[in-house]
C-alpha cells in the first residue's frame, strides 16, 4: 500500500514485538456519503462544496493482547495531531468502521453518516470533524 503510495502505514512495537499498525490515506468525502444532517458544519459544507478533502484511517489493528488498553485512543489521538500538522488540509478524519469497532469510534466523538451502512459489509462510514484554521 505504502510503497504504491496509496497511503502511509505506522507500526507500533514494545520490547522489539509489533504490537500493532495503521495507515492513513487521503480521501474526500462526497456529498452521496453523508447527509449534511451529521453535524451543522457538515450541514454547510455540503451546501458550498462537493467533496471534502479528508484523511481516511484505512488501518488500525492492535495484538488482542494490547487491546483496552488506551492504545487505540492514542493512536487516534495521534492520527488527528498528524493530520492537522500536513500541509494539505483536512476537514474530516474518515473511518469505515466494522461493526465491532462503532462504539470505540462512538466514544471517541466520530459521527455515523446517516448514509453510512456499506450494502452487505458489516462497515459504516464514521467521521470525525477536524477544528477550522484560526483567522490571521
Do not use: C
Amino acid at each position: 500500500f505504502q510503497r504504491k503510495r496509496l497511503g502511509k502505514t505506522f507500526l507500533g512495537w514494545a520490547d522489539g514485538e509489533l504490537i500493532g499498525y495503521f495507515t492513513v490515506t487521503p480521501t474526500s468525502l462526497s456529498r452521496a456519503e453523508y447527509t449534511g444532517e451529521e453535524t451543522a458544519v457538515a450541514g454547510e459544507l455540503r451546501d458550498k462544496l462537493h467533496d471534502v478533502p479528508s484523511l481516511l484511517i484505512a488501518r488500525l489493528a492492535l495484538q488482542k493482547e494490547y487491546k483496552r488498553m488506551g492504545i487505540g485512543t492514542r493512536i487516534v489521538d495521534y492520527i488527528i495531531a498528524w493530520g492537522l500538522e500536513q500541509e494539505v488540509p483536512f476537514r474530516f478524519i474518515v473511518v469505515d468502521a466494522k461493526d465491532s469497532a462503532i462504539e470505540f469510534y462512538d466514544e471517541y466523538g466520530f459521527i455515523r453518516s446517516e448514509h453510512s451502512n456499506m450494502e452487505g459489509r458489516d462497515q459504516h462510514l464514521m467521521m470525525y470533524l477536524l477544528p477550522a484554521l484560526e483567522e490571521d
